[in-house]
């Protein structure tokens, strides 16, 4: 069952660009990322390493990985570049006024 959580307010995630939150209820945390005026949330973590997608290059709709390289697609989690090769989950995201929340299982 889906939880709606609050992750962050609008103007605290660059336009084109991405965060880290770290709500208590995802032990890895979340990315946030905004693409012109689209918000989109995923899990933080790559899914070949234990690194920070948060912490890469944020290009359209694909994130790169900073420590291999590899790269996802922030509006579905599947992987577009190697060495991943695994998704990383998505989570539908709410907008009410100046805030984002997150819709997370
Ligand atoms: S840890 Fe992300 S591509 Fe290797």
């Known amino acids: 069952m889906e939880k709606k959580i609050f992750l962050c307010r609008k103007d605290d995630v660059p336009v084109d660009g991405v965060i880290q939150v770290c709500p208590k209820e995802v032990s890895d945390g979340l990315a946030v990322y905004r693409v012109g005026a689209e918000f989109y949330v995923t899990e933080d973590l790559c899914s ?15 994130i790169y990985c900073p420590l291999h390289g590899g790269a996802f697609d922030i509006r579905t989690g599947t992987p577009t570049e190697k060495p991943c090769t695994m998704p990383i989950k998505t989570y539908r995201v709410i907008e009410e006024d100046d805030q984002i929340f997150g819709m997370i299982q």
């Open 48 to 62: 070949h390493g234990l690194v920070a997608l948060s912490g890469g290059e944020l290009e359209g709709t694909t």
